[in-house]
Nanobody, 126 residues
Framework: QVQLQESGPGRGKPAQTLSRTCTVAGAASPTGWYDGAWIRQPPGKGREWMGGISYSGSTYYSPSLKSRTSIFRDASKNQITLQLLSVTPEDTAVYYC??????????????????WGQGTQVTVSS
């Protein structure tokens, strides 16, 4: 069964780069078999799809975040990484990674993914 483990700092300062890494683990679950995505939920707001990456490495981003977001994968480490540039306090949110055999652009519901990370609170403040 595929499991996702998220890692990375839980705090950042304005203008810094936020990095989150999702490690795909489990029997017969190399990263290459799954598409991945990052979703976040700011306090008091709904979930926001940030972007995704296909098993072949094609990337897709939310238009509102495209200029600041990069998603890439390291197949040798079974990892999918999110980088968000020039963060502000408005980037404070719970960040989730998710994986599925077929990426649905914009999907924020857990039941549209085969696996969903535990979520991590990330706070941006000076």
């Amino acid at each position: 069964q595929v499991q996702l483990q998220e890692s990375g700092p839980g705090r950042g300062k304005p203008a810094q780069t936020l990095s989150r890494t999702c490690t795909v683990a489990g029997a017969a679950s190399p990263t290459g078999w799954y598409d991945g995505a990052w979703i976040r939920q700011p306090p008091g707001k709904g979930r926001e799809w940030m972007g995704g990456i296909s098993y072949s490495g094609s990337t897709y981003y939310s238009p509102s975040l495209k200029s600041r977001t990069s998603i890439f994968r390291d197949a040798s480490k079974n990892q999918i990484t999110l980088q968000l540039l020039s963060v502000t306090p408005e980037d404070t949110a719970v960040y989730y990674c998710a994986a599925s055999q077929r990426l649905i652009l914009g999907a924020t519901a857990e039941n549209l993914y085969d696996c969903w990370g535990q979520g991590t609170q990330v706070t941006v403040s000076s």
